[in-house]
């Protein structure tokens, strides 16, 4: 058999082939169009300090590794997930999906939406909510709070100076 005879078929009935093509084209075009497009917005998290330290240690590595799975079960809960919309105002989320890379230090938040100002609003909103659950941000917090402290004794003592002053001037 030559190799002529299996092409004889194709050649004869060309225009079937093109003819399907066409009508399969037209038909996966007319299904799509009527699709809202979807957008993704991606946020990567770097867990733990071995990023500031050239040459971190295998346990660094693995309690990092640790922390990153901890993290994501936590962006996975209701409770950041409630509060991501409190900090947006919205009545609910787009598709979240959270994950660690395979033997990986870092967090990878993909939101996926119709609107893309919402996904990349949703992810940045999610990652702060995370940091904000890190016990480095407590330690921020906590200094930011002595600061606070600090500038209410200092209020207070000249707001009891102007008070004497002003009782100083009535008498």
Same mark, same amino acid.
């Given at each position: 058999?030559?190799?002529?005879?299996?092409?004889?078929?194709? +050649?004869?009935?060309?225009?079937?082939?093109?003819?399907?093509?066409?009508? *399969?084209?037209? *038909?996966?075009?007319?299904?799509?169009?009527?699709?809202?497009?979807?957008?993704?917005?991606? %946020?990567?998290?770097?867990?733990?300090?071995?990023?500031? $330290?050239?040459?971190?240690? $295998?346990?660094?590595? !693995?309690?990092?590794?640790?922390? @990153? *799975?901890?993290?994501? &079960?936590?962006? $996975?809960? $209701?409770? /950041?997930? =409630?509060?991501?919309?409190?900090? +947006?105002?919205? &009545?609910?989320?787009?598709?979240?999906? /959270?994950?660690?890379?395979?033997?990986?230090?870092?967090?990878?938040?993909? #939101?996926?939406?119709?609107?893309?100002?919402?996904?990349?609003? #949703? %992810?940045? =909103?999610?990652?702060?909510?995370?940091? +904000?659950? !890190?016990?480095? *941000?407590?330690? &921020?917090?906590? @200094?930011?709070?002595?600061? #606070?402290? =600090?500038? +209410?004794?200092?209020?207070?003592?000249?707001?009891?100076?102007?008070?004497?002053?002003?009782? %100083?001037?009535?008498?």
């Amino acid at each position: 058999m030559e190799i002529k005879e299996y092409f004889n078929p194709l +050649l004869k009935w060309w225009w079937l082939i093109l003819l399907s093509a066409v009508i *399969a084209g037209g *038909a996966s075009y007319m299904a799509t169009r009527q699709q809202a497009p979807e957008f993704a917005s991606q %946020a990567t998290l770097i867990i733990g300090s071995t990023i500031d $330290n050239p040459n971190p240690s $295998n346990s660094e590595l !693995s309690l990092s590794q640790q922390l @990153a *799975a901890t993290y994501v &079960d936590l962006a $996975n809960r $209701n409770s /950041v997930r =409630e509060t991501t919309m409190e900090a +947006l105002g919205l &009545d609910w989320l787009p598709e979240i999906r /959270v994950f660690q890379p395979t033997n990986s230090n870092t967090i990878e938040i993909i #939101v996926t939406d119709t609107d893309p100002v919402r996904a990349q609003a #949703v %992810a940045a =909103e999610l990652s702060r909510q995370l940091i +904000l659950r !890190s016990p480095t *941000a407590q330690d &921020d917090r906590s @200094a930011r709070q002595d600061f #606070v402290n =600090e500038q +209410l004794d200092e209020y207070e003592q000249a707001i009891t100076e102007t008070k004497d002053q002003i009782n %100083a001037k009535k008498e």
